[in-house]
Protein backbone atom coordinates (compact mmCIF):
# COMPACT_ATOMS: atom_id res chain seq x y z
CA UNK A 1 0.00 0.00 0.00
CA UNK A 2 1.11 3.52 -0.85
CA UNK A 3 2.16 5.39 2.22
CA UNK A 4 0.60 8.94 2.80
CA UNK A 5 2.38 12.20 2.38
CA UNK A 6 2.51 15.13 4.59
CA UNK A 7 3.51 17.92 3.06
CA UNK A 8 4.15 21.57 4.65
CA UNK A 9 3.89 24.65 2.81
CA UNK A 10 5.51 27.37 4.65
CA UNK A 11 4.84 29.69 1.76
CA UNK A 12 6.98 33.37 2.39
CA UNK A 13 7.49 32.50 5.56
CA UNK A 14 10.12 31.85 8.09
CA UNK A 15 13.89 32.85 9.06
CA UNK A 16 17.27 31.27 9.74
CA UNK A 17 16.30 31.28 13.28
CA UNK A 18 13.05 30.46 12.96
CA UNK A 19 13.35 27.07 10.78
CA UNK A 20 16.27 25.74 12.74
CA UNK A 21 13.66 25.80 16.15
CA UNK A 22 10.85 24.60 13.80
CA UNK A 23 12.80 21.69 12.41
CA UNK A 24 14.56 21.01 15.11
CA UNK A 25 10.88 20.49 17.20
CA UNK A 26 10.05 18.44 14.20
CA UNK A 27 13.19 16.42 14.31
CA UNK A 28 12.71 15.41 17.70
CA UNK A 29 9.04 14.55 17.20
CA UNK A 30 9.97 12.28 14.60
CA UNK A 31 12.59 10.66 15.87
CA UNK A 32 10.53 7.19 16.39
CA UNK A 33 10.12 7.87 12.83
CA UNK A 34 6.66 8.23 10.81
CA UNK A 35 4.71 6.43 9.57
CA UNK A 36 3.98 8.42 6.39
CA UNK A 37 6.20 10.32 4.26
CA UNK A 38 7.04 14.08 5.23
CA UNK A 39 7.94 16.94 3.50
CA UNK A 40 8.96 20.52 3.63
CA UNK A 41 8.35 23.34 1.03
CA UNK A 42 10.45 26.30 2.14
CA UNK A 43 11.43 29.29 0.20
CA UNK A 44 14.11 29.46 -2.07
CA UNK A 45 16.74 31.11 -0.42
CA UNK A 46 16.34 27.88 2.30
CA UNK A 47 16.60 24.95 0.46
CA UNK A 48 20.47 24.85 1.33
CA UNK A 49 19.60 25.50 5.11
CA UNK A 50 16.81 22.79 5.37
CA UNK A 51 19.46 20.32 3.39
CA UNK A 52 21.67 20.77 6.14
CA UNK A 53 18.93 20.54 9.04
CA UNK A 54 17.35 17.38 7.99
CA UNK A 55 20.18 15.42 6.73
CA UNK A 56 19.73 12.33 8.02
CA UNK A 57 16.49 12.70 9.20
CA UNK A 58 12.64 11.49 7.63
CA UNK A 59 11.97 14.91 6.53
CA UNK A 60 12.53 15.53 2.67
CA UNK A 61 12.91 18.83 0.68
CA UNK A 62 10.39 20.24 -1.24
CA UNK A 63 10.23 23.51 -3.18
CA UNK A 64 7.58 26.03 -3.63
CA UNK A 65 7.72 26.84 -7.76
CA UNK A 66 10.52 26.19 -10.62
CA UNK A 67 10.97 27.65 -13.73
CA UNK A 68 9.55 26.93 -16.70
CA UNK A 69 12.75 27.44 -18.31
CA UNK A 70 15.73 25.38 -18.52
CA UNK A 71 18.43 27.76 -18.21
CA UNK A 72 19.41 31.29 -19.44
CA UNK A 73 18.09 35.06 -19.37
CA UNK A 74 15.36 34.39 -17.03
CA UNK A 75 16.11 36.89 -14.35
CA UNK A 76 14.52 35.91 -10.77
CA UNK A 77 13.66 32.44 -12.11
CA UNK A 78 15.24 29.21 -9.99
CA UNK A 79 15.69 26.28 -12.71
CA UNK A 80 14.96 22.70 -12.02
CA UNK A 81 18.49 21.32 -12.22
CA UNK A 82 19.34 24.02 -9.24
CA UNK A 83 16.48 22.43 -6.95
CA UNK A 84 18.18 19.09 -7.30
CA UNK A 85 21.69 20.25 -6.37
CA UNK A 86 19.65 21.10 -2.79
CA UNK A 87 18.54 17.73 -2.98
CA UNK A 88 14.90 18.55 -3.73
CA UNK A 89 12.30 16.00 -3.56
CA UNK A 90 9.54 17.34 -4.40
CA UNK A 91 8.01 20.77 -5.78
CA UNK A 92 4.58 22.53 -5.73
CA UNK A 93 4.01 23.73 -9.14
CA UNK A 94 0.31 25.72 -10.30
CA UNK A 95 -0.38 26.51 -6.51
CA UNK A 96 -3.57 28.80 -6.90
CA UNK A 97 -1.31 31.46 -5.50
CA UNK A 98 0.92 31.55 -8.10
CA UNK A 99 -2.04 30.97 -10.26
CA UNK A 100 -3.29 34.07 -8.78
CA UNK A 101 -0.49 36.33 -8.44
CA UNK A 102 1.82 35.08 -11.02
CA UNK A 103 -0.81 34.70 -14.15
CA UNK A 104 0.33 31.15 -14.71
CA UNK A 105 -1.52 29.29 -16.69
CA UNK A 106 -1.86 25.38 -17.40
CA UNK A 107 0.10 25.71 -20.33
CA UNK A 108 3.20 27.30 -17.73
CA UNK A 109 2.05 24.86 -14.84
CA UNK A 110 2.49 21.90 -17.77
CA UNK A 111 5.77 23.18 -18.71
CA UNK A 112 7.04 22.94 -14.99
CA UNK A 113 6.29 20.21 -14.20
CA UNK A 114 8.14 18.51 -17.58
CA UNK A 115 10.75 20.14 -16.09
CA UNK A 116 10.77 19.28 -12.73
CA UNK A 117 10.71 15.47 -14.12
CA UNK A 118 13.41 15.77 -16.37
CA UNK A 119 15.46 16.74 -12.98
CA UNK A 120 14.86 13.96 -11.47
CA UNK A 121 11.66 15.96 -8.91
CA UNK A 122 8.65 14.80 -8.58
CA UNK A 123 5.67 17.69 -9.58
CA UNK A 124 2.99 18.11 -6.73
CA UNK A 125 0.41 19.62 -9.31
CA UNK A 126 -1.82 21.94 -7.21
CA UNK A 127 -5.40 21.87 -8.60
CA UNK A 128 -8.99 23.67 -7.52
CA UNK A 129 -11.50 26.00 -7.81
CA UNK A 130 -12.43 29.13 -6.73
CA UNK A 131 -15.92 29.92 -4.76
CA UNK A 132 -17.61 31.39 -7.54
CA UNK A 133 -16.73 28.04 -9.43
CA UNK A 134 -18.04 26.39 -7.02
CA UNK A 135 -21.10 27.89 -6.58
CA UNK A 136 -21.43 27.91 -10.42
CA UNK A 137 -21.12 23.70 -10.64
CA UNK A 138 -17.54 24.09 -12.25
CA UNK A 139 -15.76 22.40 -9.74
CA UNK A 140 -15.42 18.97 -11.42
CA UNK A 141 -14.53 20.58 -15.12
CA UNK A 142 -12.20 23.21 -13.24
CA UNK A 143 -10.12 20.90 -11.52
CA UNK A 144 -10.33 18.07 -14.53
CA UNK A 145 -9.13 20.71 -17.15
CA UNK A 146 -5.98 21.62 -14.80
CA UNK A 147 -5.00 18.17 -14.19
CA UNK A 148 -5.22 17.21 -18.00
CA UNK A 149 -3.11 20.32 -18.76
CA UNK A 150 -0.23 18.57 -17.01
CA UNK A 151 -0.93 14.61 -17.37
CA UNK A 152 -1.46 14.28 -21.25
CA UNK A 153 1.61 14.62 -23.46
CA UNK A 154 2.02 14.17 -26.55
CA UNK A 155 -0.50 11.22 -26.68
CA UNK A 156 1.12 9.74 -23.33
CA UNK A 157 -0.14 10.15 -19.29
CA UNK A 158 2.61 11.49 -17.46
CA UNK A 159 1.55 9.69 -13.90
CA UNK A 160 5.01 10.20 -12.32
CA UNK A 161 3.31 13.17 -10.18
CA UNK A 162 1.60 13.89 -6.86
CA UNK A 163 -1.74 15.63 -7.32
CA UNK A 164 -2.70 18.62 -4.25
CA UNK A 165 -6.78 19.10 -4.52
CA UNK A 166 -6.96 22.43 -2.92
CA UNK A 167 -9.99 24.65 -3.47
CA UNK A 168 -9.33 28.04 -3.37
CA UNK A 169 -11.88 29.01 -0.96
CA UNK A 170 -10.35 26.98 1.72
CA UNK A 171 -6.93 27.93 1.73
CA UNK A 172 -5.71 30.27 4.27
CA UNK A 173 -9.33 30.81 5.25
CA UNK A 174 -10.28 28.37 8.22
CA UNK A 175 -12.86 27.06 6.01
CA UNK A 176 -11.95 23.40 5.24
CA UNK A 177 -13.78 21.11 2.29
CA UNK A 178 -15.65 18.87 4.38
CA UNK A 179 -14.33 15.10 3.83
CA UNK A 180 -17.60 14.07 2.02
CA UNK A 181 -16.52 17.35 -0.32
CA UNK A 182 -13.06 16.51 -1.17
CA UNK A 183 -13.42 12.80 -1.64
CA UNK A 184 -16.04 13.90 -4.61
CA UNK A 185 -13.41 15.65 -6.12
CA UNK A 186 -10.12 13.00 -5.24
CA UNK A 187 -12.81 10.44 -6.84
CA UNK A 188 -12.95 11.98 -10.07
CA UNK A 189 -9.21 13.06 -10.01
CA UNK A 190 -9.06 9.50 -9.43
CA UNK A 191 -11.53 8.59 -12.73
CA UNK A 192 -10.05 10.76 -14.49
CA UNK A 193 -6.53 9.45 -13.87
CA UNK A 194 -7.87 5.71 -14.30
CA UNK A 195 -9.06 6.68 -17.44
CA UNK A 196 -5.88 7.43 -18.82
CA UNK A 197 -3.06 5.69 -16.81
CA UNK A 198 -2.89 1.88 -15.28
CA UNK A 199 -0.72 3.66 -12.68
CA UNK A 200 -3.83 5.56 -10.91
CA UNK A 201 -3.74 3.61 -8.12
CA UNK A 202 -0.67 4.90 -7.21
CA UNK A 203 -0.78 8.51 -7.63
CA UNK A 204 -0.83 10.41 -4.47
CA UNK A 205 -3.83 12.98 -4.22
CA UNK A 206 -3.29 15.56 -1.26
CA UNK A 207 -5.84 17.28 0.17
CA UNK A 208 -5.24 20.72 1.18
CA UNK A 209 -6.96 23.81 2.42
CA UNK A 210 -7.27 24.93 6.29
CA UNK A 211 -6.20 21.44 7.29
CA UNK A 212 -4.86 20.98 10.61
CA UNK A 213 -5.21 19.50 13.96
CA UNK A 214 -8.17 19.16 14.31
CA UNK A 215 -10.09 17.83 11.21
CA UNK A 216 -6.94 15.78 9.89
CA UNK A 217 -7.81 12.49 10.83
CA UNK A 218 -11.28 12.57 9.11
CA UNK A 219 -10.46 14.27 6.00
CA UNK A 220 -7.13 11.28 5.68
CA UNK A 221 -9.30 8.63 6.29
CA UNK A 222 -11.26 9.28 3.00
CA UNK A 223 -10.69 6.01 0.55
CA UNK A 224 -9.25 8.95 -2.18
CA UNK A 225 -7.37 10.94 0.43
CA UNK A 226 -3.51 10.00 0.32
CA UNK A 227 -1.55 12.96 2.39
CA UNK A 228 -2.42 16.58 2.47
CA UNK A 229 -0.49 19.88 1.80
CA UNK A 230 -0.89 21.97 4.97
CA UNK A 231 0.03 25.72 4.92
CA UNK A 232 -0.61 27.79 8.02
CA UNK A 233 -0.71 24.68 10.58
CA UNK A 234 3.01 23.88 9.27
CA UNK A 235 4.28 26.44 10.68
CA UNK A 236 3.82 25.04 14.38
CA UNK A 237 5.41 22.00 15.42
CA UNK A 238 2.56 20.60 17.86
CA UNK A 239 -0.09 21.38 14.93
CA UNK A 240 2.30 19.49 12.16
CA UNK A 241 3.38 16.57 14.25
CA UNK A 242 -0.39 15.97 14.87
CA UNK A 243 -1.67 15.89 11.34
CA UNK A 244 1.76 13.88 10.57
CA UNK A 245 0.41 11.13 13.63
CA UNK A 246 -2.82 11.06 12.02
CA UNK A 247 -1.51 10.11 8.44
CA UNK A 248 -1.18 6.50 8.52
P1 LIG B 1 -3.53 26.52 4.41
O1 LIG B 1 -2.72 26.52 3.01
O2 LIG B 1 -3.31 25.17 5.04
O3 LIG B 1 -2.95 27.63 5.18
O4 LIG B 1 -4.98 26.73 4.05
C1 LIG B 1 -2.63 25.37 2.20
C2 LIG B 1 -1.86 25.69 0.93
O5 LIG B 1 -2.09 26.75 0.35
O6 LIG B 1 -1.03 24.88 0.49
Redesign the pocket.
Known sequence: MKKKLIVG?WKMNGSLAANESLVQALRAGLSGGAACSVALAAPAPYLAQLQALCAGSCIEIAAQDVSQHEAGAYTGEVAAAMLRDFGVRYVLVG?SERRQFHGENDAAVAEKAQRALAAGITPIVCVGETLAEREAGQTEAVVRRQLAAVIHVNGRCISEVVVAY?PVW???TGKTATPAQAQEVHAALRAQLAAATVHAGAVRLLY????NAANAAQLLAEADIDGG?????SLKAPDFLSIIAAAH
Open positions: NHEAIGGGSMLVGGA
